[in-house]
């Protein structure tokens, strides 16, 4: 068995709610369907603090109650095979090899969920479990939003995509004023 920590920054009205009813899968634009968190690490709560500041930037909680920031930490749990590392040098060589064999242009970058998701569908198919969780390194928000992480310094983080919420346990909620002070 295998257990991860991630960081998930929302609004309190919409951490109230995941509370309540637990997470919900939704579309995300980088790999597809999922619920996505910062892996634990010294930086994840930054991340997670930043991707909330740029969803409330965007307008993703004009119609939330309480806009404030919320960060849930969660303890995510799966079996071996129900994980995926999109990260190691092994997979991302299969990656590419599944996506030559079925002639996908490797170079389009608004293909990587499609790809991900089929390659991950004949993952399932031999390994007789679906897979539950991907890790993959994801551009963080941006400087305006996160300015104690430097992508061109540190690389991209690790963020763990959750694609079904049965291997989701939250541990805490921490909420934070109106400025998002720490």
């Not at 969660?74 to 002639?103: H, S």
Request: some cysteine.
């Amino acid at each position: 068995m295998l257990i991860f920590f991630g960081f998930h920054g929302t609004s309190n009205t919409r951490a109230q709610k995941i509370k309540e009813t637990n997470f919900k899968i939704q579309h995300g634009i980088a790999l597809g369907n999922g619920v996505y968190f910062w892996h634990k690490s010294s930086f994840s709560l930054d991340l997670a603090i930043g991707w909330y500041k740029y969803r409330n930037e965007k307008g993703s909680y004009n119609s939330d109650d309480d806009k404030n920031c919320a960060i849930i930490l969660v303890r995510i749990k799966v079996g071996e095979l129900e994980f995926l590392d999109l990260e190691t040098d092994i997979v991302k060589e299969q990656l590419r090899d599944f996506a030559l064999k079925n002639n996908i242009n490797i170079h389009e970058k608004w293909k990587l969920a499609v790809i991900i998701k089929r390659f991950r569908k004949e993952l399932e198919d031999i390994r007789g479990v679906d897979i539950k969780v991907l890790n993959r390194k994801l551009p963080p928000p941006g400087p305006l939003y996160c300015p104690k992480y430097s992508y061109s310094l540190l690389g991209w983080p690790d963020c763990l995509i959750c694609l079904t919420t049965d291997c989701i346990q939250i541990e805490d909620i921490i909420k934070y004023g109106e400025n998002h002070d720490k």
